[in-house]
């Protein structure tokens, strides 16, 4: 769902996007086996499915004054080489692979465009420069004291103070390069992707445990187990018609039946 303060273009990209279907590891080493092979639908078929990635990626960087779409364009670029580049034989989903050489291409764009904004237009600004300068100090909360910016705003121009004084592929004092600290912190989106396909596993084997309980059970885990506000031992026993006590045992009784299912696929 795009938000009202996208542009409309970004807004239908995105609608467009919500469509696709995202591929799981076999279909995924398939269709890379049929692209090597030269069959170049294949190698659409895994570019489309990867498309809604690369807006992940790029809005790691939608703080940065650069428009978005173009963002997301140069991360396209980066999925297209990364799919060329892609090896079968590695135990590895293309997703992770991919992030290095989507960023590779976004963090350059970027780069390249936020260096021809002018630093010092504002007084904060001109004292984080010259503290910089004389400091090299790295740490976003004592250049945000020192220069009276806030520390977010420090953090974000960290690596473009960095640039002025050395290479942006450079490494100082075991510290990640300027290109590096560009994305906000969070999870990555290789971890996040790693998370949404183990919350879909885990949705799943919870549908499918649910097969076989009957209604009263099936209230149980809706009303008890998986509500957000659970309804109380009496307000159940109120709806069943049957004691605080005798909710308490169907409940513990529910749990065990779901934990003897979920458990089973492990144990096969």
Not at 43 to 63: D, N, S
Not at 64 to 82: F, K, M
Not at 218 to 225: G, H, T
Request: glycine share 4%.
């Amino acid at each position: 769902m795009g938000s009202i303060f996208e542009a409309p273009s970004l807004q239908a990209y995105r609608s467009r996007l919500a469509h696709v279907v995202s591929l799981d590891r076999a279909q995924e080493r398939e269709l890379a086996l049929r692209f090597k092979q030269g069959d170049k639908q294949a190698g659409e078929k895994i570019v489309e499915a990867c498309l809604p990635f690369v807006v992940a990626v790029a809005l790691e960087y939608r703080r940065w004054g650069v428009p978005i779409e173009d963002i997301i364009q140069q991360g396209n670029v980066g999925l297209l080489r990364a799919v060329a580049k892609f090896d079968t034989d590695k135990e590895c989903r293309l997703a992770t692979y991919a992030v290095y050489w989507i960023r590779a291409e976004i963090r350059e764009y970027v780069v390249r465009g936020y260096r021809v904004v002018r630093l010092g237009t504002t007084k904060a600004e001109r004292r984080a420069l010259r503290a910089y300068r004389m400091t090299k100090e790295s740490d976003p909360e004592v250049l945000a004291k020192v220069s009276g910016m806030t520390p977010e705003r420090a953090a974000m121009l960290l690596p473009l103070l960095a640039s002025r004084e050395t290479s942006l592929d450079v490494s100082r004092d075991d510290q990640p390069t300027a290109l590096e600290r560009i994305a906000h912190a969070g999870p990555s989106p290789e971890e996040e992707a790693s998370d949404n396909e183990e919350r879909d596993r885990s949705r799943r084997d919870v549908r499918e445990a649910l097969i076989g309980l009957d209604d009263r059970e099936k209230l149980i885990v809706r009303e008890r187990l998986m509500a957000e506000e659970p309804l109380t031992l009496q307000e159940l026993g109120d709806i069943l018609g049957v004691s605080k006590e005798r909710v308490r045992q169907l409940e513990e009784r529910t749990r065990s039946k779901l934990r003897a299912k979920l458990a089973a696929p492990e144990a096969a």
